[in-house]
């Protein structure tokens, strides 16, 4: 069992649907947790960042953290054409090495 | 937001050379920066943990004499690809922890650096 699993996808959606991406993991001493969006052929960008559970909002962007499911979720609403990326969640136990998931491929149809 | 530079975002050199990447943070200070490999639609392949001031920590596999890093200072970290042959040819990109006041240990990346070998 990996560490982290995540559905590649591709997820298609049209222009304005809500969007959840989800990721669950095996290692109960996670407990930051990120998202990242990545464009072909460019580096990772830093989307949403959480430490231990909840809810974070910025934006369009909502980030969830359940710690007793070991589930993470992100949501994007009023999804833009703009938005299709694939889509990193990653996290850590602390200062130590990132674990990421393998990446969801979404593409957002005008 | 933080950001983190990385240097040539493209690169091609012949087989047998050695190519030298640089990842620097530009506004905070970074005793850890990890560097990752990513072949096409793959996702990241962390191929080692840069410290500042000592020896990196290399995944197992990652041939630490044929991809040698250095982190000599807060903000810089390099990564040189000695001898490439073409198999070497790959996205590399680097990331920067910032472990600073109300960061809340979060990684940035880099754009990344397209290496081909020919």
């Known amino acids: 069992q990996k560490e982290v699993e995540q559905d590649p996808g591709p997820l298609s959606v049209p222009e304005g649907a809500i969007v959840s991406l989800n990721c669950t993991y095996s290692n109960s001493a996670f407990q930051y947790f990120m998202w990242y969006r990545q464009y072909s052929r460019k580096g990772p960008e830093l989307l949403m960042y959480t430490y231990s559970s909840g809810n974070k909002e910025d934006g369009r962007f909502t980030a969830q953290v359940d710690k007793s499911s070991k589930y993470i979720s992100l949501f994007i609403r009023d999804s833009q054409p703009s938005d299709s990326a694939t889509y990193l969640c990653a996290m850590s136990e602390g200062y130590q090495k990132v674990t990421f998931g393998t990446g969801t491929k979404l593409q957002v149809i005008p | 937001g933080a950001v983190v530079s990385q240097h040539p975002s493209r690169v091609i050199c012949k087989s047998g050379t050695s190519v030298k990447i640089e990842c620097r943070s530009l506004?905070?200070?970074?005793?850890?920066m990890f560097w990752y490999r990513q072949f096409p639609k793959k996702s990241l392949m962390l191929m080692a943990t840069s410290n500042e001031g000592s020896k990196a920590t290399y995944e197992q596999g990652v041939e630490k004499d044929k991809f040698l890093i250095n982190h000599a200072s807060l903000t810089l970290s390099t990564l040189t690809v000695t001898s490439a042959h073409p198999e070497d040819s790959s996205f590399y990109i680097c990331?920067?922890?910032?472990?600073?006041?109300?960061?809340?240990?979060?990684?940035?990346f880099g754009e990344g650096s397209w290496l081909t070998v020919v």
């Open positions: 990331s920067a922890r910032d472990t600073g006041s109300g960061s809340g240990n979060t990684i940035y």
């Open positions: 506004d905070f200070q970074a005793t850890t």
